[in-house]
């Protein structure tokens, strides 16, 4: 329609010229005007009126019962024909649209193949997930753009068997990557062959994760557990065998099977307080918090510890409050020392010091120990994660100390960290928001 009101434009504009051109009463001018008019008309017929004629010529065929059309009526029934397409372009084109942003904002990822097998869609998780520059894979076949061979044969299996496949892979990227990919053919009413494969990817790594974390703790609880309840039960078995007929032995089992008993309650307590906070049952109680007392009481605690080892404890903590919960970061500080003195040698010395940070609060534990292990520094904080399982065991640790402080510390907003060198000691670190005026 906008070519032909575009072409009577052009018709008037040609039939205005001659008209000019007599007006001006210029010898010459008329023979041209003249001439000019003729190839007006001749155009106008051409490229408009033999157009609207054939137009209505056909109209008229399509529909023969009809009276005589007018010209009226004919141009109504052009724009009508005119609007309902152009509405029906509208439509396709929002639908379009509409589908397009669905595909573009789902989580999951979805490619397409078109009829040659050529990759001819590809949202943004799906280049995500496999690390996929934008738009760089379009137009190729997939084992040009995937090394995994299982992959890339699922994609040409569903294509030539048209059976739909369901699959898991592992991708070795820098950090484990588990995905499960569902591919269907794409088929036509019209065709029997397969028009094209589309896949759906989604991402399980966390859910992977999860699983193995859980299999690792309910394992680690079974082995802490077992293998007190083992000792307690062997010495009982030997003192009713016998062993209750020596004073000496009496006692020296039963206080072994105490310490047993006492290293299962620790433990219990542990996974207990640790529940808690993962599952936010422990609420956070903030006030105006100042560490240096705090420290001083987790002294007294462990008072009798470091004069065993003669380890030195020096604090350097100014007056500056944090926003905390008192008793979850006396915690915090109890684990921390209590760990700095079990992996300090004797005559050692552990120090406690404070960094500003702006808005926040820097606190730094530091000892002359043994050390951290370079490999192990990245698992540090995990469940029942030990460097040396036996010395852990032979100091009484229950391999959650350090998994405790890392979720208080995480549940004040703040991060945790650890610096190391191994025989040269250890500095564990956390952050904290300072107090407010007004926070209360």
């Known amino acids: ?136 894979a379009l137009g190729k076949y ?69 699983e193995n974390l859980r299999t690792d703790f309910v394992a680690n609880v079974s082995h802490e557990l077992r293998t007190p309840l083992t000792s307690i039960k062997g010495f009982i078995e030997t003192l009713l065998d016998g062993g209750l007929e020596s004073r000496e032995t009496t006692k020296r089992f039963l206080t072994i099977m105490y310490q047993e008993t006492d290293r299962l309650n620790r433990l219990i307590s542990d996974l207990l307080d640790l529940s808690r906070i993962e599952s936010g049952q422990t609420g956070l109680n903030r006030t105006k918090t100042f560490l240096a007392p705090l420290v001083e009481e987790v002294r007294l605690t462990l008072q009798e510890r470091l004069v065993e080892k003669n380890i030195s404890l020096s604090v350097e903590l100014g007056p500056t409050p944090v926003w905390a919960d008192e008793d979850q970061i006396r915690e915090v500080l109890f684990n921390l020392i209590d760990n700095a003195i079990k992996y300090s040698t004797s005559g050692g010395s552990i120090k406690v010091l404070e960094i500003n940070r702006g808005d926040r609060q820097e606190f730094v534990i530091c000892d002359a120990g043994i050390g951290i292990p370079k490999d192990s520094i990245p698992r540090i904080f995990e469940r029942f994660y030990r460097v040396d399982k036996a010395r852990s065991r032979e100091m009484g640790g229950t391999g959650l100390g350090l998994s405790i402080v890392k979720h208080i510390i995480e549940r004040h907003e703040g991060k945790v960290w650890v610096e190391s060198e191994p025989g040269k000691g250890s500095c564990f670190h956390f952050l904290l928001s300072k107090y407010e005026v007004g926070a209360e």
């Not at 019962?65 to 009226?72: A, F, N, S």
């Not at 569903?158 to 990557?177: C, I, N, W, Y």
Request: with cysteine; aromatic share 10%; glycine share 4%.
């Open 142 to 210: 997939p084992r040009e753009v995937w090394r995994e061979f299982e992959l890339v044969e699922m994609f040409h299996q569903v294509f030539v068997s048209g059976q739909p496949q369901t699959r898991e892979f592992q991708l070795d990227s820098p950090h484990k990557v588990y995905l499960k990919v569902e591919i269907s053919p794409i088929r036509q009413e019209e065709y029997d062959e397969v028009q094209g494969v589309l896949a759906m990817v989604r991402d399980f790594t966390r859910l992977r994760r999860l």
């Open 1 to 136: 329609m906008r070519r032909l009101r575009l072409q009577l434009i052009c018709g008037l504009i040609l039939l205005l010229v001659p008209v000019f051109l007599l007006q001006t009463h210029r010898s010459g001018f008329s023979t041209l005007a003249l001439l000019w008019a003729g190839l007006a008309g001749y155009l106008i017929n051409y490229f408009y009126l033999n157009p609207l004629e054939k137009l209505w010529k056909t109209m008229r065929t399509l529909d023969p019962g009809t009276e005589v059309y007018t010209y009226k009526k004919f141009m109504k029934k052009v724009n009508e024909r005119v609007k309902n397409q152009e509405q029906m372009v509208r439509r396709e084109t929002k639908a379009r649209e509409e589908v397009e942003s669905i595909l573009f904002s789902m989580v999951e990822g979805v490619i397409a193949t078109d009829s040659s097998g050529k990759l001819s869609f590809m949202n943004p998780t799906a280049e995500r997930l496999f690390q996929i520059e934008h738009g760089s």
